[in-house]
């Protein structure tokens, strides 16, 4: 009796010392790997950069070159942004960012009083924020870094008025009509061609930033305006899905055809002679120069607050005589 006692409390002595060591040492790992998660991780700075939308190809390109910056600089960067285009969902996530105090703000400018007041609230508790692709100046955003929007809506139709003849009808496809971009730059186009009465803007459809719905603008456009001879395009996949829309509903037409950006589809389309010109924007910089204000602003206010990047024509001739991708950079 005694015996099978003394077996019992000894195995029991022996099960709970391999159990005590068990948890000293998970425990152990485990707290070494939460401590190692929790610990402030050993970055200069926490940015945050809101897009338009997340998997927008532009934008993908926008946080690239900022992520570049990131990385030489040991920034944590942080990329947000509505599944699909969306105001408020964007406005959301602008004082989600503000109420985490982060060291600072890149994003993109949203029409109207909200985001105004969202940047006078980010601002005075400190936190810099600067517009990037789309400004609103009427905000007390610390800077902005992009395209000079209104400047590439003219180039826009500048292409239409140096590389047509005759009179044209033009229809436009742009990508948002609540976004300030989208009208500087149709705003732009239209000023460009007032000078020439051969040119007339006959009416403006929305593809919300989508190859489909520029394809089905495009349809409704040459539908409803069968006399229509050029589109211009306003955002980064207009022009592709413009291609589409016309090869459903004007597949013998000889449309001229002016586009936003250079992403790979829309430059393989101009080799292919099915897009006339396109006018380049250089979102990779745009996202590394905003880094670099951003860490400005960290020291002192902005002297000069616009930060431009560059826009200009492209063509096929522009990609024909040499490695493209260095030519238009
Ligand atoms: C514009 C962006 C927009 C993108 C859509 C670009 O041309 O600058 O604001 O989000 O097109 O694809």
């Not at 982060?102 to 600067?130: A, M, N, S």
């Amino acid at each position: 009796m005694m015996h099978a006692k003394t077996i019992l409390y000894s195995v029991s002595a022996i099960l709970f010392c391999l159990l005590a060591m068990g948890m000293f040492y998970y425990g152990y790992k485990t707290f070494y790997i939460e401590s190692e998660t929790t610990e402030a991780p050993d970055y200069v700075y926490h940015f945050a950069l809101i897009a338009e939308e997340s998997d927008n190809d532009y934008w993908r390109l926008i946080e690239e070159g900022a992520k570049k910056a990131a990385s030489e600089n040991n920034i944590y960067l942080e990329y947000v942004a509505p599944q699909k285009a969306d105001n408020d969902q964007a406005l959301m996530l602008l004082d989600r960012m503000i109420s985490a105090k982060v060291d600072g703000i890149i994003t993109q400018g949203i029409e109207g009083p909200h985001f105004v007041d969202l940047v006078h609230k980010g601002i005075e508790r400190g936190i810099p924020i600067t517009t990037i692709d789309t400004d609103v100046t009427s905000s007390e955003r610390k800077a902005y870094v992009g395209s000079d929007n209104f400047h590439a809506g003219k180039q826009l139709g500048e292409a239409i008025i140096k590389y047509t003849t005759d009179e044209q009808y033009v229809g436009i496809v742009t990508g948002r009509q609540d976004a300030v971009n989208q009208q500087e730059r149709v705003d732009g186009l239209k000023e460009a061609v007032a000078d020439y009465p051969r040119i007339k803007v006959v009416a403006t459809e929305v593809s919300n930033i989508t190859k489909t719905g520029a394809a089905k603008a495009t349809y409704s456009l040459l539908k409803e305006h069968p006399e229509i001879t050029a589109l211009a395009g306003t955002s980064a996949l207009d022009g592709v899905g413009m291609v589409e829309g016309l090869k459903d509903i004007a597949p013998n037409k000889d449309v001229y055809v002016a586009a936003f950006d250079i992403l790979p589809e829309t430059l393989e389309l101009i080799k292919e002679n099915k897009i006339n010109a396109t006018i380049a924007q250089y979102p990779e910089e745009m996202g590394y120069d905003a880094i670099g204000v951003m860490m400005d602003l960290q020291a002192k206010d902005m002297l000069e607050n616009e930060k431009y990047t560059k826009t200009r024509i492209i063509r096929q001739e522009d990609l024909r005589n040499e490695s493209e991708t260095d030519t238009i950079k």
